[in-house]
């Protein structure tokens, strides 16, 4: 018998996974970015260009040449300082020592299980899209614990459980940037947005801070809920119809025990060290003359400008650092000082690959400061896009299906912006868009397109957990399961970036639509 013949949604999936596959590993791909711009800086400085400098009138800036005698001093010189000074590196790292612990104690899938597991049944869809959506604290249990115990529950329910799956991995993967909490995401790309911006602004980047989203997300945890679970019970659910068991298949015969005595004493004590922090947290700022508060402006003004939003990262690591190590102790997973710094080291191993990647990402982004490209590009582009007036909600638009298509075959989420924020950033600087609305569009188009990229990360791992349920399941199925999810997540997440723009809501604290050029 002759080959199916492939159609064109068949035909365009095995187009981006091979052009995906083709494109060079973040580590490389950054590598060649940065001498790209050496080479560039060096062409571009001969034609002569310059630009008054946005942010300070009458000054003029010129595209420096970076293979000149005194560019290649720089380049030796500065390599080790541009791997230290990567905007996410340290703080990246710090956060993960606290989430790490609460990953590796079993905090964290303890809690997405006691959490999905006590939902009643009529909710369970529900419940698992929410669960999965705020388990981007730490992505990787997510992946892991979610879709598998999805899929369980709906099969216990006699409901199909490629559905259950479905509705975790849409919540963990596609809400990827919306949570009640913040996480390191937030500080990976809020670092990367904060210097993108001091290119045209460095005063203006001071005033930023980490939490800049915070209000958007928060309450996008809520609309994302729902429609994750509209589209998983009135399409992805029917498409599939009733399950019927494989003869012999027993590996779907699981039983669905719920959390030991010692788990959840555990949570109660891990709960009640979180209360504490959290009063002794607010104590920090929120009294008068409180040590974290600021002292000028109004009561808002003296907690958004504040010692405390600038400490945001460690104030994190701790947050979650106390109830992993009650956890642990209480669960006896920690037994002593050692078991607490191996569990820290193991977080930091994990981080290996990141670690590489700010090594050549932060080369990348040095160059493009140092050669001034993102200033002359940032003028430039604006001019350009302000002489085709496309400015508004349709550039808006139109910023977030780029960076949707490109996350399609780059999924790394601080690789790509690495590479986009200090071309992007400037651009809608000049059009009077802040660095805090660019960077929540970017998060809006980054998560929802990552449940049908082929190429992302925990793709191969969902996959093998669908195959428990349909052996014939491949990565054309998966998808053709998934795109009601991405299409309906970024458009309803799109539509309200609009309503939010339209009425002006502040992003998150200090979080302004609006940049004052």
Do not use: C
Not at 81 to 104: K, Y
Not at 158 to 163: D, I, K, N, S, Y
């Amino acid at each position: 018998m002759g080959k199916t013949k492939k159609g064109l949604f068949q035909k365009s999936l095995d187009g981006i996974e091979f052009l995906g596959n083709k494109l060079p590993h973040p580590v490389t791909l950054f590598a060649i970015l940065a001498l790209l711009v050496l080479v560039l800086s060096a062409a571009l400085s001969q034609l002569g260009i310059s630009v008054e400098h946005p942010g300070e009138e009458g000054e003029m800036v010129e595209i420096t040449n970076l293979l000149n005698a005194e560019g290649i001093q720089y380049i030796f010189s500065s390599m080790t300082d541009n791997f230290i000074g990567f905007a996410p590196l340290g703080v990246v790292l710090v956060t993960m020592l606290g989430i790490g612990v609460a990953e590796r104690t079993g905090l964290i899938s303890a809690m997405l299980r006691g959490f999905v597991l006590s939902v009643p049944n009529r909710f369970i869809t529900l419940g698992l899209v929410f669960a999965g959506i705020m388990s981007s604290v730490a992505s990787d249990a997510g992946y892991v614990v979610l879709p598998p115990l999805g899929a369980l529950i709906f099969a216990a329910l006699g409901r199909h459980p490629l559905a259950g799956l479905a509705a975790a991995f849409a919540g963990v993967s596609a809400g990827f940037s919306a949570n009640l909490l913040l996480s390191g995401t937030d500080v990976m790309l809020g670092e990367l947005t904060i210097a993108a911006a001091s290119i045209v602004d460095p005063a203006y980047a001071e005033t930023m801070n980490i939490a800049m989203n915070y209000a958007f997300i928060a309450v996008s945890v809520f609309v994302l809920t729902l429609i994750g679970t509209w589209v998983t019970e009135k399409i992805v659910e029917p498409r599939l119809g009733s399950y019927k068991q494989e003869k012999g298949n027993e590996e779907t015969e699981e039983n669905l025990d719920g959390l030991k005595q010692v788990e959840k004493k555990g949570l109660i004590w891990a709960g009640v060290s979180l209360v504490i922090g959290l009063g002794l947290t607010a104590l920090l700022i929120l009294p008068e003359n409180a040590p974290m508060r600021g002292t000028e402006g109004s009561t808002m003004d003296q907690i958004v400008q504040s010692p405390f939003m600038s400490s945001l990262v460690p104030i994190i690591a701790i947050l979650f650092l106390i109830p992993g190590l009650v956890y642990g102790v209480v669960t006896k997973v920690i037994r002593n000082d050692k078991d607490v710094a191996g569990q820290m080291s193991d977080t930091m191993a994990s981080m290996g690959m990141f670690i590489v990647l700010a090594f050549t990402a932060g080369q990348f982004v040095a160059y493009f400061n140092e050669s001034n490209m993102g200033l002359v590009l940032g003028v430039y582009g604006a001019e350009f896009l302000d002489s085709v007036n496309l400015t508004g909600i349709p550039l808006i638009l139109i910023f977030i299906l780029i960076t949707a298509f490109i996350n399609l075959f780059i999924g790394s989420a601080s690789a790509k912006w690495a590479m986009m924020a200090p071309v992007f950033v400037p651009i809608m600087m000049q059009l009077g868009y802040s660095p805090e609305l660019t960077q929540m569009a970017y998060r809006v188009a980054d998560s929802t397109t990552n449940i049908i990229s082929p190429l992302m990360t925990y793709f191969a791992i969902i996959i093998a957990f669908a195959q428990k349920y349909d052996k014939k399941m491949g990565i054309g199925t998966l998808i053709s399961t998934m795109i009601p999810y991405s299409i309906f997540f970024l458009v309803g997440w799109t539509i309200m970036l609009i309503i939010w723009m339209l009425f002006g809501i502040p992003l998150g604290p200090g979080g302004p639509l609006e940049y004052p050029n």
